[in-house]
């Protein structure tokens, strides 16, 4: 088909350069051949004219003739316009065939524009593109900007709760410390007076057995145990008399005084059992408010690991916000001068229509359009 298109171009060029050639008349007079002049005549030569100047030619036709040589022709199309458009349209048109030429030169100069127009839409396309490119870049780069900060801002407050389980942690610590401690010096004081009950128990089980009939010595390994007795002064002082004395030889105030001694520490027994169960109680509560803070603090040591592992967890998470914030950051940067050239490659297409349709287009329009002695002179010039 573009062979036969080709064929179609070529016989209409060659038929309006027939048109255009215009017939030349016989010479009514033609010059007398050598052979009919006498002999010994000399033949006389006429003075040559002066050669006139070419005349400038037409800067329009020039515009045309850059058009034509823009088109994408094959090259015998492309030199058969070349060679045919100043005549067909320097003179005014003669006939169909003229006609014919100057449409097929408009629809070859159409093609040229038509070409530039399709390479600005598709640079025009290009910029939307690479428009929207560097605007996706540039809300990605954004986005993770935004995810970075929001990352330190996480980071910075898992570093402060992470200060404050661990004093929190510190502070059970030391309180769980503080109940062991009280825990052992109630346990000690338990243990103290539970000893101290059983020496008063053993005494005044001691002075029960030997009252009747016991010794001197026996008596006197009880004085000890009367200091806090709560044993009257008086009686105390006369108590070392009395348990010296042999069971026969007492009178009835050494009796007094041993059974009054007796007394006090039965008395003494009693309080010394009274404060054991208190300090049994006191034993007891301390050793569950020991349990109870060293689960708080097993709690808090607890709270405080994991405080710290989510600390490591955001702190991994903000390097690799921060670390995608920088590439999105360097994606944007490099999209941006792709954007400027595709936009400097659309501004020069769209200038190299404009000059086209403003140049050669309007050389093109103004002959087709010229007035018949205007295309005279044209032709003339060129």
Do not use: W
Not at 12 to 38: D, E, G, Y
Not at 66 to 87: G, H, S, V, W, Y
Not at 331 to 360: C, G, H, M, W
């Amino acid at each position: 088909q573009a062979q036969q298109a080709q064929k179609v171009v070529l016989r209409a060029v060659l038929l309006s350069l027939r048109s255009l050639a215009r017939p030349t008349l016989p010479l009514l007079f033609p010059p007398p051949h050598a052979s009919t002049m006498p002999k010994g005549a000399r033949r006389s030569v006429a003075p040559a004219p002066p050669v006139a100047k070419k005349p400038r030619g037409d800067p329009n036709l020039v515009g045309v003739r850059e058009a034509i040589e823009r088109a994408d022709l094959p090259d015998n199309c492309r030199q058969m316009f070349l060679a045919c458009f100043a005549k067909a349209l320097g003179t005014p048109a003669v006939g169909a065939a003229q006609s014919a030429v100057v449409d097929m030169i408009g629809k070859v100069i159409g093609g040229v524009e038509g070409g530039l127009r399709a390479a600005l839409d598709a640079q025009v396309t290009a910029v939307q593109s690479a428009e929207g490119a560097h605007g996706e870049a540039q809300s990605r780069a954004e986005a993770a900007a935004a995810a970075a900060a929001a990352a330190s801002e996480a980071s910075k407050a898992a570093t402060v709760t992470l200060a404050e389980t661990t004093k929190a942690m510190g502070d059970v610590r030391a309180r769980a410390e503080e109940a062991r401690a009280a825990q052992r010096k109630l346990d000690a004081d338990l243990v103290k007076l539970t000893e101290k009950k059983a020496e008063k128990t053993a005494a005044v089980e001691a002075l029960s057995a030997d009252a009747g009939d016991g010794t001197a010595a026996q008596y006197e390994a009880l004085l000890p145990h009367m200091e806090d007795a709560g044993m009257d002064e008086s009686l105390r002082c006369a108590l070392p008399a009395a348990c010296k004395k042999v069971v026969s030889e007492r009178t009835s105030f050494d009796i007094m005084v041993l059974e009054s001694a007796g007394q006090c520490l039965k008395d003494k027994v009693a309080s010394l059992a009274s404060l054991i169960a208190e300090a049994t109680q006191a034993a007891e509560q301390g050793a569950a408010a020991a349990k109870e803070a060293e689960g708080q603090h097993s709690a808090a040591t607890e709270a405080q690991r994991a405080q710290a592992a989510r600390l490591v967890e955001v702190q991994a998470a903000q390097k690799e916000a921060e670390a995608a914030a920088a590439t999105a950051a360097c994606e944007a940067t490099a999209a941006a001068p792709q954007l400027e050239a595709a936009i400097k490659s659309r501004d020069e297409r769209a200038a190299e229509l404009e000059n086209f349709v403003a140049y050669n287009v309007g050389c093109f329009e103004l002959l087709r359009d010229a007035k018949p002695e205007t295309a005279v002179s044209a032709a003339a010039g060129a």
